[in-house]
Nanobody
């Protein structure tokens, strides 16, 4: 059973930083990609950033230049460094892992990020 456990969310003032981490366990197979999605109240879940096992990254336009995704394949972890946070970044952030491109993959339970003064 694949498990994804996120950590690092919290409350931060606008302009502040947070680092989210996700640890994957329960599978001996390699995963094509890992990434982060978010869902704000009343909105659909949206992609934030993804990274493949080869290191290729993809970011939502709204976070380019502010967020950085990284991956440690040996430790089965993916991290999201979030800088210059804005109130519109407030959401529940979910970790995702896909074995196959385009598949729904596996999801973590989510971690709340709140940006407010």
């Amino acid at each position: 059973q694949v498990q994804l456990v996120e950590s690092g969310g919290g409350l931060v003032r606008p302009g502040g930083s947070l680092n989210l981490s996700c640890v994957r366990s329960g599978s001996i197979f390699s995963f094509y990609s890992m990434g982060w999605y978010r869902q704000a109240p009343g909105k659909q879940r949206e992609l934030v950033a993804t990274i493949t096992s080869g290191g290729d990254t993809n970011y939502a336009d709204s976070v380019k230049g502010r967020f950085t995704i990284s991956r440690d394949n040996a430790k089965n972890t993916v991290s999201l460094q979030m800088n210059n946070l804005k109130p519109e970044d407030t959401a529940v952030y979910y970790c995702n892992a896909k074995r196959v491109p385009g598949s729904p993959g596996y999801w973590g339970q989510g971690t709340q990020v709140t940006v407010s003064s």
